[in-house]
C-alpha cells in the first residue's frame, strides 16, 4: 500500500525564514512558493536520490497544534554520514533531539534526530536497505 516517501510537510510561522534556512542545509533553492516568492504561504523543495518534495506550509494552515516543542512523526532521511549531517544541523541551529543511536546490534541502522528552528523534527539515519535499493537502481 505505502510505496515510498512522496512528499513531506513541515510548517513554520515564518515560512520565508524556514525556506531561506532549509536552501542553506540543503544547498538547493526552493523551486516553487505560493503565492509569491517574496511573501510564501508554502514552498517546496526537490531533494535527495529521487527528488522527493519537501514542503513547508505557513504554521495557520496546519491541521494540528504547532508550536511549543517537537511535535508529530519522525521521517528519517538516509545520510551517507551520519556523524557530519549532525554537526551542519546542530551548525545552522538545529537543536538535538536524539543523539546518535544504534538501532539492533551491529544492524548498520543508526539514528539521531533534532529539531530545526521551526520546531519540526527531522530524522536522519544510516540505512542499508535505503543503499541496496538505491544501488538496484543504478545498472
Known amino acids: 500500500m505505502l510505496r515510498g516517501m512522496a512528499t513531506v510537510s513541515f510548517y513554520a510561522d515564518d515560512v520565508k525564514a524556514a525556506r531561506d534556512w532549509y536552501a542553506e542545509l540543503l544547498g538547493v533553492e526552493a523551486y516553487f512558493a505560493v503565492p509569491t516568492a517574496e511573501d510564501p504561504q508554502y514552498v517546496e523543495f526537490r531533494i535527495g536520490d529521487f527528488q522527493a ?17 517537537p511535535a508529530g512523526s519522525i521521517l528519517y532521511w538516509h545520510v551517507d554520514n551520519l556523524e557530519e ?22 544492524t548498520g541502522f543508526i539514528t539521531a534526530s533534532v529539531t530545526d528552528p521551526f520546531g519540526n523534527v527531522i530524522g536522519i539515519m544510516n540505512n542499508p536497505h535505503y543503499l541496496e535499493i538505491f544501488e538496484s537502481t543504478r545498472s
Open 53 to 69: 518534495e519537501l514542503g513547508i506550509i505557513n504554521a495557520k494552515f496546519a491541521p494540528h497544534t504547532v508550536g511549543g516543542g
Open 85 to 106: 549531517s549532525l554537526a551542519r544541523l546542530i551548525e545552522l541551529g538545529a537543536t538535538l533531539v536524539e543523539e546518535i543511536t544504534e538501532r539492533g546490534q551491529d
